[in-house]
């Protein structure tokens, strides 16, 4: 049995060579990320005849958040529409529906004009009652009945469960996201535009023109610049008030060829979980999500898996051994819509794709056709909706909340360690240790030898915790990511932990 943390999509990963910059180089756009947002605001300013690059720390393309996804092509939105009618109204409920639609559409387009084989077709998705009955479902009802926008009440079942209540929503859609996004960045290199890998971006400065630095001091200078690192890295404390760093759970299964109906599903419960499968040769993969908590605010990974695995037993008896598990992280806004657009705090032409809030594909692909058509002087009707600096007063107990969690954490400072003596740490795994007036993460690997790192995360001082499922450091603050021997793997830290002796 396979039971890595590895996603299923990285087999099918796409390779970019590593380049390194030579000197200041000029283009029209730079973009900041090689994920599904970076690449399609590439490809779409490319078509336009735009000069464009696209740089990425990671070595290959997709290989950040977008390779974790579950690639739910969905415009039913992740927090339900009761709840965005009430904080941001029903005007900017039915311009998210439109816009979520309208993502999903371009995806296809894409697909057909580049001749991109990656499974991708349209599917009805599936809000159905959990453990918490059928209220969520009557309230959701009347809100889409408001709004005019399409369902059907009904019920649904799947495999050998019983038939829950349930809405249907048409005109939904999956795919094979790397395979996707492997075709993107061929487009983009036959139109001429650049993809740079295993390139870390330290400094963005905004103006006319832009200026984007390395960490090898290569400076590329653009009239335009798009932050697309699905963690809001280089935008300013303003943003970090905006978003919440959260961790979603994803186990993958073999089904009978054909046994699962096609479609995207989601339960009531809360955290929800989301369902949908994925054709293969032999036999298909059932994908099951959920468990989500804050980021480094958890230690019962391995159980949270487990808990997929059972509920996912208990709905779909006939799923096979787990295959695949892994998770992804999501950054959540108080309203869930994207903040796209300009960055004030950047300076003038840079703009920003961030706060998926548990819909990256959809929020990258209308948060690129967004931005493009702003970085070429035009308007765009999303704009108001998904602009970073948009007020919610609706959501202020929302923002209050999580802002107070993330202001919390920096209590650790002022605790002891989670063991007394790193002699107390087991092989094979990680622990913080008190050290004077600071802390040190400290990880003793299967022979027994240590590394000793500070516990403070560069990217603004919070103290990181050691998450035993994935072997890895977390920030509770702002969700940036460490391996074990310190390198960043997740911003919005952009630097490693640093090495005590």
Known sequence: MDTSTES????????????????NVNYDTCIVGAGIAGLTTAYLLAKEGQRVIVVDAKPEIASGESEYTTAHLAWYADDRF???????????????????????????????????????????????????????????????????????????????????DSLRFPDHGQFHPVKYMAGLAHAIRVLGGSIFTRTVVEKIRGGEPCEVTTTHGDIVSAKSVVIATNNPFEAGTTLHSKVAAYITYAIA????????????????????????????????????????????????QLDRWDRLQTWAKAHYPEMGPIRHRWSGQVFETPDGLGLIGPTPWNGPNVYIITGDSGMGMTHGTLGAKLVADLALGRSNEWASVYSPSRLMPGALRTILGENFNMVSQFADWLTGGDVNSADDIPKGHGAVVRSGLTKLAVYNDERGERTILSAVCPHMGAIVRWNPGESTWDCPCHGSRFSATGTCLHGPSTADLKPVD
């Open 8 to 23: 299923i999509w990285s087999a099918e990963q796409s390779h970019e060579a590593s380049i390194r910059l030579a000197g």
């Open 82 to 164: 009761t709840r965005l009618a009430e904080v941001r109204g029903d005007d900017v409920a039915k311009v998210a529906a439109a816009s979520h639609r309208a993502a999903i559409g371009l995806i296809g387009e894409i697909c057909r004009a580049e001749k991109i084989e990656c499974d991708y077709e349209r599917v009805d998705g599936f809000l159905f009652a959990g453990a918490n009955g059928s209220e969520i479902l009557d309230e959701e009802a009347k809100t889409m009945a408001r709004l005019g926008l399409p369902f059907v009440r009904g019920t649904v079942g799947f495999g050998a469960a019983e038939l829950v």
């Open 253 to 300: 299964a073999d089904i009978p060829n054909g046994s699962f109906p096609a479609g995207l599903y989601w339960d009531t419960e809360d955290p929800y979980h989301y369902v949908r499968s994925h054709p293969g040769e032999t036999t298909d993969v059932l994908i099951v999500g959920g468990e989500d908590h804050k980021t480094g605010q958890a230690d019962d």
